[in-house]
Every structure is written in structure tokens, then in C-alpha cells.
């Protein structure tokens, strides 16, 4: 069973306390770049013997909660730029380190078995179309995005009414990926992931660009290492991990 939001702070703060020491950087992260930063951490100690980098993923507007409420945190990349403004705003990073690093786009995606018509946004509406999964818009980056693309097309009340909010953009992809629902909203590097499993079927135009801005964090005590991180993801070497899993440049 998913953790709510609230418990999954409490829980990733005494996880991430126990777990983060004083010398490991830890780096949160917005859960789309799950397997494209576990491949940039492992380059990035390669490159720098005895670094030891910590990973917690989730959806954005959680891991700030998490930061803001004390979990240990030196880096955060989030995948929205409202995100990381309530970041600023509730001083959790150092607003002269936030940068973009990378982009991305939002793609409706169906089982890779579906037979239903579905090629255009306004295919939602059709009667075989009961449960459409996407992010919380309240919450989850991915969800502001599917938001603001179908609000646009003159149809979020309708795909509201068959939605089925998730907490994140990779549980959107599982709802998808095992038959729970008819179509899903996710970033398109999300969805190649899953290839086997699920097919792109629109790739919907945002309204807003999908740009991932990443900061140092406000936390004092790896300040230095946290922007080693943080120029290392900007590196050419960084910049190709995140373009080999589907990531473009900002």
C-alpha cells in the first residue's frame, strides 16, 4: 500500500536520518529521474574516490516537505519550476545554485496490449475510457503539467471525473503498466522505461515547458560537495547519462 504524503515525510525522515552520515552527500530527486541519477551517482564516484552520495526519490512537492521539516537533504532537483520556487521561498536551497539541467515531455501512454482507439486527447471521452491515471495536481509535477495540457483542450472535467490520482509519476506508470486503468499521463522517459508494457499513444503539447531546475540545498554542512554534485550533473559527462534515458537539454 502507498504511503500517504504526510506519513511518507515522517517515515523518509527518520529513514533518511538514520541512513544519511555526516560525510554522504544525499541528493533528493523528483521520481521520474529515478534510474537516470541512480547512473549519474554511480559515475560521479567513480569520478571522485571516497564520495558517497545517498538517493531519495518522490514526488517534488513531498521531498521539499521532507526538507523543509528537517530531513537531511544537500541537493534537490525537482521537475517543475513551481517546486523549486516554494523551495526558494521557504529558503530550503541557496537560490544563486538553481540552475536547469534538463527536459522533458508529457506523453498519454496505454498497456502495451490495448486495442482501444485511443489517439488524440479527446479519445479520454470515449465510453471504453473509465480510469485514467495521472499526478496529483496538487502535488505531483507530472499532475501540474496533465493539468494545464488538458485544461487547455478544454477537457480536465471530463478526465477528472474518470481520474485516478497517483503520488508520484512512476506509480501513474505502474497503474498503466498493469492493466489498472485504460491510459496515463507520464513523462515521456517514464514511459520508455516500460517499453514491454506500455506505448506511447499521444504526446501531448504543455503549456509550460518541462524544465528540471536543481539547487543546493540551505543545509551547511556539504555545501562545498553539494555543488561538486550539482556541476557534475551539469558536466558533459552528466548531461549524456540524462540524454541516453531520454532527457533533453533545457
Do not use: C
Not at 505502474?174 to 504526446?203: C, H, L, N, Q, S
Amino acid at each position: 500500500m502507498a504511503l500517504k504524503p504526510l506519513v511518507a515525510v515522517a517515515f523518509a525522515l527518520a529513514t533518511l536520518s538514520a541512513n544519511a552520515g555526516a560525510a554522504e552527500l544525499v541528493v533528493s530527486a523528483a521520481a521520474s529521474l529515478t534510474n537516470a541519477f541512480k547512473d549519474v551517482v554511480q559515475s560521479y564516484e567513480k569520478a571522485h574516490p571516497g564520495a558517497k552520495v545517498v538517493l531519495n526519490f518522490g514526488a517534488s512537492d513531498v521531498l521539499l516537505q521532507q526538507i523543509v521539516k528537517g530531513a537531511p537533504a544537500d541537493v534537490y532537483a525537482s521537475a517543475d519550476q513551481k517546486a523549486m520556487d516554494r523551495a526558494v521561498q521557504e529558503k530550503a536551497v541557496r537560490p544563486d545554485s538553481r540552475v536547469d539541467f534538463a527536459a522533458n515531455q508529457i506523453v498519454l501512454i496505454v498497456p502495451a496490449d490495448s486495442t482501444l482507439p485511443i489517439a488524440s486527447l479527446q479519445d479520454l471521452t470515449r465510453g471504453e475510457v473509465k480510469r485514467v491515471a495521472y499526478g496529483n495536481p496538487a502535488s505531483v509535477p507530472v499532475g501540474r503539467y496533465t493539468q494545464g495540457a488538458l485544461r487547455a483542450a478544454g477537457l480536465w472535467d471530463a478526465v477528472q471525473a474518470k481520474g485516478v490520482p497517483a503520488q508520484n509519476v512512476r506509480q501513474s506508470l505502474d497503474y498503466v503498466a498493469r492493466g489498472e486503468v485504460e491510459a496515463g499521463f507520464v513523462f515521456a522517459t517514464d514511459a520508455a522505461i516500460m517499453p514491454d508494457k506500455v506505448k506511447v499513444a499521444v504526446r501531448v503539447p504543455s503549456q509550460t515547458p518541462v524544465t528540471y531546475p536543481i539547487a543546493v540545498t540551505a543545509r551547511d554542512a556539504n555545501a562545498a560537495q553539494a555543488q561538486e554534485f550539482v556541476n557534475y550533473v551539469l558536466s558533459p559527462a552528466g548531461q549524456a547519462i540524462l540524454a541516453r534515458y531520454g532527457f533533453q537539454k533545457p
